[in-house]
Nanobody, 125 residues
Framework: QVQLVESGGGLVQAGGSLRLSCAAS????????MGWFRQAPGKEREFVAG????????YYADSVKGRFTISRDNAKNTVNLQMNSLKPDDTAVYYC??????????????????WGQGTQVTVSS
């Protein structure tokens, strides 16, 4: 049974930083690409960042490029999202997700089949 547990959300002022973590279990983590998504009130869930199974390549939404960094630690079965220069528009519930198939790319168009429960990020102006 796959489980994804996010942590690290909170309230921060605009311009500040947060680091989100996601602990994965129930699947051979090092073989699967991972992604971070977010959903703001009244909006659809959107892709934020993704990382290949090996960590060699990453994808970012245009809105977060240059500010967010995704990374993974296959020894600890965790994927992280470092968020800098936060803006009020970054306020959302952030979810990590794991791809359905091994050796994936972590792209926005990949098929993700399990999601965490989410962690709230609130950026005040």
């Amino acid at each position: 049974q796959v489980q994804l547990v996010e942590s690290g959300g909170g309230l921060v002022q605009a311009g500040g930083s947060l680091r989100l973590s996601c602990a994965a279990s129930g699947r051979t983590f090092r073989l699967y690409a991972m992604g971070w998504f977010r959903q703001a009130p009244g909006k659809e869930r959107e892709f934020v960042a993704g990382i290949t199974w090996s960590g060699a390549s990453t994808y970012y939404a245009d809105s977060v490029k240059g500010r967010f960094t995704i990374s993974r630690d296959n020894a600890k079965n965790t994927v992280n999202l470092q968020m800098n220069s936060l803006k009020p528009d970054d306020t959302a519930v952030y979810y990590c997700a794991i791809e359905a198939l091994k050796y994936g790319s972590g792209s926005p168009d990949s098929q993700y089949d399990h999601w965490g429960q989410g962690t709230q990020v609130t950026v005040s102006s």
